[in-house]
């Protein structure tokens, strides 16, 4: 029976560090065999990795009855806080729905006429969103309805379609493309597959924002000026020219577009001003603020009526205004759906999908950030899946999450998503109560109050340019995003924002380079100590320990340091980019091309006859020698070393090319055999994979228990690998205490000159060299050659090494 080390056999065992120990003198264990074959029974105690296998794959997958209970539960957020609903979230909840109700009336059909549609569908949308949301909710924040943006590309889609089929009614075509989008995006989030946002970067999502919002406010020009005969639907840059030369045959209509939109933002910048010099007062200001789009459209409305009171027809007004609005459900029912529509409408499905999903997941995680709280992006396609599933049978088009009335929602004190149904409350009422009123708002008013709104969406220069700082290639795809959304559709816009962010994202991917490093000896200091500069003396405190930078110094360390190679012929890469099939054959051939020019063969002239040399290693002219004589310094392949840290899985692409690449290099070593190391492997799978490419393990010639280095009796007697071993749970109690007051007493405040304590700010207590106590290894003594990271594989390599030497 094998017995775990005593503390006096421990003692006796430390060799260079206290952490690792070799195989034999642990465990009595002289031969590593296939882990295939390997029985935890022979080894007696010692832990023994088994790898997963495909039934615990499926076992991991597979629903389970307590799985299948939190998968319903968690289709129903509200469940977990509905309970513990009070009278502070009431009030909240009651003031911030308030607020928003009054921006989304006017916002509503403002945005419906964008859409093509006739104002109350704006209204229906919003109160289908509103009311259904709350539900299905993991965002407090966020609010569903009409959107300027998804507004305009209805519209587009809507003309598109008439223009081949004039038969069909706008509102068909809108309800039709809700209630497919809707069903798509509620199938996502059932499966939970919300992580495909994620493929959305930030970059394409501000370069569609700014173009639509340029794309949307200069359609609202000619409507702001009373100017006809301009096409707002055709591209942004033609509808600016257009404009431009209507503007002689502007109408009364602009005194109420440009008063309304300056008064908008008068009223903004002024509330703000007072809020920042009355900081008391901040609260009311917000308010007031808020309702400025309420407060203008009431006051338009009033000036209209006194202009307009006795027009009982819309088009015999002064100037446009937006005349009957029907109030109630007049349009509800089941919406039109025949394969004539589908089929007109199958290619704007995509966009719109993309659109409702970069709106809403956009938005709810940005104030889910904000304000300290987590969504669940596939929970949150399920709410508006089942929002434009439902709303389309009360009327109701596409809706997604709006930043504006997000934003003032926030701002107002929301609690919870009950405050949806006070807003919706809110549009019930102005559909049932005030739809007279609606008769006599002013176009252009509503041009400005639609300007005013997508003005927020333009991405701000500031943050441009913190694009351009973190990555610039990035800065390239914004704008060309926003310029193919000027010339051409905002839809292309997105497609080429996305299609180049993931170009840009497979191209780094694929042509990610890993790093050779050497190691360093450091030691710890307080940071003050380096005030005077570098030719200031440093003492380090504590034990020195290894670290692995860069050779080459391009991971940032300071070239002026002392970095070594570990060993000659012991090479150690770091993988930064994770190791896949896309960039398995970059990684290799950089490898593979620096390994040669850093050694050389062990046999340097292998071939008898110039014909046997292959034709890519030609070898010298006639009369030269066979090899240089810096050739012939140059070290023997010994090993190599791989950190694995950033390595999370490893394919059957990348796991051939290791495989292709230990033969390649068996043929340069022959017939010796370098090692093969692995470092810093978190996921069980890799090591599978890597196992059952004949890795890991002493297969029969690799590493050092290779026949060759046996002595007479068959048995080898070089050291084993060294494995890292730690503290049983609970046994290290007592040192991690120890380590607690250490690193306590090592900070302690020092005065400074001025008598005010201070910290340093990095100080690491010696390390103990010993433990006393029951050890066992972290990983499987049957995987010698996976390390649990660089530093114990290196001394284990050159341990093994120097023994030869």
Not at 204 to 219: D, E, P, Q, R, V
């Amino acid at each position: 029976m094998f017995l775990y080390p005593t503390p006096g056999s421990i003692a006796a065992t430390i060799e260079s560090m206290s952490s690792t120990r070799p195989l034999d003198r642990l465990f009595g264990i002289k031969d590593i065999e296939n882990p295939r074959v390997v029985t935890s029974d022979k080894y007696d105690g010692a832990y023994v990795e088994v790898e997963p296998t495909t039934a615990d794959y499926f076992r991991e997958h597979a629903p389970t009855a307590d799985g299948v209970r939190r998968y319903i539960r968690s289709l129903f957020p509200f469940l977990g806080w509905i309970a513990h609903y009070n009278l502070t979230w009431l009030l909240g909840d009651f003031i911030a729905g308030v607020t928003v109700g009054f921006v989304v009336v006017p916002q509503g059909m403002a945005y419906a006429l964008l859409a093509n549609l006739p104002p109350e569908f704006g209204l229906y949308t919003s109160f289908v969103g509103f009311f259904l949301y709350w539900a299905f909710a993991t965002s407090k924040d966020i609010t569903i309805g009409t959107v300027a943006v998804m507004s305009t590309i209805v519209g587009k889609i809507i003309l598109r379609v008439q223009a081949e089929h004039p038969e069909m009614e706008a509102d068909t075509i809108a309800r039709g493309l809700a209630l497919i989008s809707g069903a798509i995006l509620l199938f996502i989030g059932l499966i939970r597959f919300g992580f495909i946002v994620e493929f959305i970067p930030l970059v394409a999502i501000a370069s569609f924002m700014t173009g639509a919002a340029l794309n949307i406010g200069s359609g609202q020009v000619a409507g702001l000026m009373g100017i006809k005969g301009v096409n707002t639907r055709e591209a942004t840059y033609k509808v600016i020219i257009n404009t431009l030369k209507g503007l002689p045959r502007t109408k009364l209509d602009a005194a109420m577009g440009l008063s309304a939109l300056f008064a908008l933002y008068f009223i903004r910048f002024f509330c703000n001003f007072m809020g920042r010099r009355n900081p008391k007062n901040q609260k009311l200001w917000f308010f007031i603020s808020t309702l400025r789009m309420a407060f203008i459209m009431i006051i338009y409305i009033i000036i209209s009526w006194a202009v307009n009171r006795h027009v009982h027809k819309a088009a015999d007004a002064k100037f446009k205004i937006l005349g009957t609005v029907p109030s109630g459900f007049r349009h509800a029912g089941a919406p039109k759906i025949d394969t004539e529509l589908l089929g007109a409408i199958a290619g704007d499905i995509p966009t719109t999908v993309i659109v409702l999903i970069i709106e809403h997941i956009a938005i709810s995680k940005s104030f889910g950030r904000v304000n300290n709280y987590i969504i669940n992006p596939s929970q949150e396609l399920v709410a508006i899946g089942f929002t434009n599933l439902l709303g389309p049978f009360l009327g109701a088009y596409p809706a997604t999450g709006s930043f504006s009335r997000t934003a003032i929602k926030s701002k107002a004190g929301v609690r919870t998503p009950l405050a949806g149904v006070f807003t919706a409350v809110l549009v019930l009422l102005a559909l049932y109560a005030l739809t007279s009123v609606f008769f006599y708002i002013p176009s252009a008013s509503l041009s400005a109050l639609i300007i005013h709104a997508v003005g927020d969406l333009i991405t701000p220069p500031k943050q441009v340019y913190q694009f351009w700082r973190v990555s610039p290639v990035e800065v390239i795809i914004y704008f060309g995003g926003v310029l193919l959304s000027v010339f051409t559709t905002i839809e292309n816009g997105i497609y080429l924002t996305v299609a180049a962010a993931g170009a840009v994202l497979l191209f780094r991917l694929a042509k990610s380079r890993g790093r050779f490093v050497g190691e360093v000896k450091v030691f710890t200091t307080p940071r003050d100590s380096l005030t005077h500069g570098s030719t200031s003396t440093v003492t380090g405190e504590g034990n020195p320990r290894e670290i692995f930078v860069a050779l080459d110094g391009t991971d940032g360390s300071n070239k002026d340091i002392d970095v070594q190679q570990p060993y000659p012929g012991v090479f150690v890469y770091r993988f930064t980019d994770g190791f896949n099939y896309a960039n398995s054959a970059y990684h290799l051939d950089y490898l593979t091309e620096y390994i040669y020019s850093k050694t050389r063969r062990t046999e340097l002239d292998k071939f008898a006859k110039l014909g046997d040399r292959p034709w890519n290693d030609p070898g010298p002219r006639r009369g030269q020698a066979a090899y240089s004589d810096e050739i012939a310094a140059r070290p023997l392949l010994r090993a190599i070393i791989f950190d694995f840290s950033a390595v999370n899985h490893v394919d059957t692409t990348a796991a051939q090319a290791l495989v292709d690449l230990r033969n390649q290099f068996d043929r340069y070593t022959a017939p010796n055999r370098a090692e093969w190391h692995f470092a810093g492997i978190g996921n069980r799978w890799t090591r599978r994979a890597l196992v059952a490419s004949g890795f890991g393990y002493n297969s029969g010639g690799d590493g050092g228990d290779s026949e060759a280095g046996s002595d007479g009796d068959g048995k080898d007697p070089r050291p084993e690998p060294l494995v890292a071993v730690a503290p049983v749970a609970g046994a290290s109690a007592g040192s991690a205490a120890h380590s607690v007051e250490a690193k306590a007493a090592a900070a302690v405040p020092a005065a400074d000159e001025s008598g005010k304590e201070e910290i340093s700010p990095v100080v690491t207590p010696a390390r103990a060299r010993t433990h006393e106590g029951r050890l066992v290894p972290v990983y499987g003594v049957n995987r010698p050659y996976f390390h649990v990271d660089v530093a114990t594989a290196v001394e284990g390599v050159v341990r093994g090494l120097s023994w030869a030497s």
